[in-house]
């Protein structure tokens, strides 16, 4: 095999490449659970849109996979390198291009952190609604894996916000696709189809990307309930009020009680009612002026004791952002208490009643248990899966999956597939689309260098 860092050393530059020993592990894995990592071969830095077009065309001439790679925080192994595969870290790619006011859009390099761009536009009056719970991704991976987050019910998802790419396809060719306005009818949406597919169809160079104003008052609002169903059931009158909630979020009882004692929560819930509870929702309010929030909390308050809330609590600011944020840190407070999975399975969200009921019955008859919380206004529901033996795991998770397409929903709402969720999604998938995927990926990427074996499997281009 040819010394493939010292290939890509002549494109980018020494400093540009890690190879062999110099490679951190952390570049062989991501944040999903229970895989097995794979070191690169080698790591490289693009600096420019021509360095990834140069970098593809090595990778076709001497036959090595790419995987590319933004910060690492994905939950499905989709940044798992290929065996004999090279990373390309998008990290020094890192410049937001623009941000431009009068047409409510920011233009970034793949590179650029959540975080990052939400420090330049909070300047500006202006915000990027996508907050799926680690800020430090990259909006190259949110595109990729077109993250979602807490926000969606309010926003919609990344590719909602997608107004152009430009990428680099497996053939090496640059291409660009919409660009600073929101319609276009002008030929096949390549940027809705690079949206979501986990750079397997091309590596993202650049993103448009449409802003909105940011809202300056806002108020969490928290309301136990005395069952899980009765939670959930709540939620789509909640989403049909007109009072355009940020965020609907259910917790259920242990994942609460976590939470609660590892982030040292101030609730102020009296303990009759701590006692009674075993779910809670969470809603979150956003307005331009204090007054009509105030008006929508008591509309809100109202429709939840209505609809069997024990209680309803405006939280104080600082309650209510630690909480919010005690709620983005729940995968670690799951994978600190052992569970052996995650699920993201979503659903129509009035559907959620019956697929928990569902989830609960396949639980039991495989002696597993799971726990959860979810952003329940979309109907994506977050399963934490304790089950330690191999077998009766993948029998519950694939019974998840399959009761969670019969309900009408999909394999994963947010998270993406990778390579953790491949075999779940190939269970449930129909064939033919699978099919039409496979022809779809040769025409973007006719050798199968781009992140092959994520997703689904192209039998002559799979390398793991
Ligand atoms: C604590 C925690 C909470 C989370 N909460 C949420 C949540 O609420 N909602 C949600 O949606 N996700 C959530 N995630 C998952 C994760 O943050 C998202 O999937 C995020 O979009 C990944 O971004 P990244 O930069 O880390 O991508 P990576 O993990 O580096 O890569 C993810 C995928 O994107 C591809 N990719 C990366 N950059 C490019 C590029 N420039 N061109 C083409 N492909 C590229 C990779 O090959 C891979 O397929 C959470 C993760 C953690 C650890």
Same mark, same amino acid.
């Given at each position: ?15 540009? @490449? &890690? ?102 536009? !909070? ?31 309010? =926003?919609?998802? *990344?590719?909602?916000? $997608? ?22 009818? #002008?030929?096949?949406?390549? *940027? ?12 993202? *160079? ?12 806002? #108020?969490?609002?928290?309301?136990? %309930?005395?069952?899980?169903?009765? @939670?959930?059931?709540? @939620?789509?009158? /909640? ?8 965020? $609907?979020? =259910? ?10 004692? $590892? ?10 009612? +701590? ?6 929702? @969470? ?39 630690? &909480? ?10 799951? +994978? ?18 019956? =697929?928990?009921?569902? $989830? ?46 019969? %309900? ?5 709402? !947010?998270?993406? /597939?990778?390579?953790?969720? +491949?075999? =779940? ?18 025409? %973007? ?10 997703? %689904?499997? &192209? ?6």
């Amino acid at each position: 095999m040819a010394d493939v860092a010292g290939l890509l050393a002549e494109i980018v530059g020494d400093s540009n @490449v &890690l190879g062999g020993a110099q490679i951190r592990e952390d570049f062989s894995h991501d944040e999903a659970l229970g895989l097995t990592p794979v070191m690169p071969v080698a790591v490289v830095f693009p600096r420019s849109t021509a360095d990834v077009a140069r970098i593809v065309a090595a990778a076709n001439e001497h036959h090595f996979a790419l995987t590319a790679r933004g910060s690492g925080t994905g939950l499905s192994g989709a940044a798992i390198p290929a065996r004999d595969g090279v990373v390309v870290s998008f990290e020094r790619m890192n410049r937001i291009i623009e941000v431009d006011t009068a047409n409510h859009v920011a233009v970034v390099q793949p590179g650029v952190t959540l975080e990052e761009l939400d420090r330049a536009t !909070e300047e500006h009056g202006l915000v990027y609604p996508v907050f799926p719970g680690e800020s430090s991704a990259s909006l190259g991976g949110n595109v990729a894996t077109n993250a979602g987050g807490m926000r969606a019910v309010k =926003y919609g998802v *990344t590719r909602h916000q $997608v107004l152009g790419l430009e990428a680099v396809l497996g053939t090496g060719e640059v291409i660009r696709s919409g660009g600073k306005f929101v319609k276009a009818t #002008a030929g096949y949406d390549l *940027t809705q189809i690079i949206t979501g597919s986990e750079g397997t169809l091309a590596l993202v *160079t650049e993103a448009t990307l449409k802003l909105h104003p940011r809202l300056p008052y806002a #108020a969490t609002l928290l309301a136990p %309930f005395a069952t899980l169903p009765e @939670v959930t059931r709540a @939620v789509p009158a /909640i989403v049909a009020s007109g009072l355009s909630p940020l965020m $609907v979020e =259910y917790i259920d009882l242990m994942t609460m009680a976590s939470l609660i004692s $590892v982030a040292n929560l101030e609730l102020a819930i009296p303990p009759t009612i +701590k006692d009674t509870a075993q779910a809670y929702l @969470v809603v979150v309010l956003e307005d331009r002026i204090d007054d009509r929030l105030e008006d929508d909390i008591v509309v809100l308050a109202e429709m939840l004791t209505g609809r069997g809330a024990l209680d309803v609590f405006v939280l104080p600011d600082y309650a209510g952002s630690a &909480l919010i944020e005690a709620r983005e840190q729940a995968f670690w407070i799951a +994978k600190s208490s052992g569970a052996e999975d995650i699920v993201d399975v979503v659903v129509p969200r009035a559907q959620i009643p019956a =697929y928990l009921d569902e $989830v609960s019955a396949l639980a039991a008859t495989t002696g597993s248990w799971v726990a959860g919380c979810g952003h329940a206004g979309d109907g994506n529901v977050h399963l934490s899966v304790f089950q330690a033996d191999p077998d009766k795991r993948s029998r519950l998770i694939h019974g998840i999956m399959a009761a969670g397409t019969r %309900f009408g929903g999909a394999v994963s709402g !947010e998270h993406g /597939i990778g390579v953790s969720k +491949k075999e =779940y999604l190939a269970a449930v998938e129909d064939p033919a689309k699978i099919a039409l995927w496979r022809r779809i990926k040769v025409a %973007f990427d006719p050798n199968g260098i781009l992140n092959p074996g994520t997703i %689904f499997d &192209l039998e002559e281009t799979t390398r793991r």
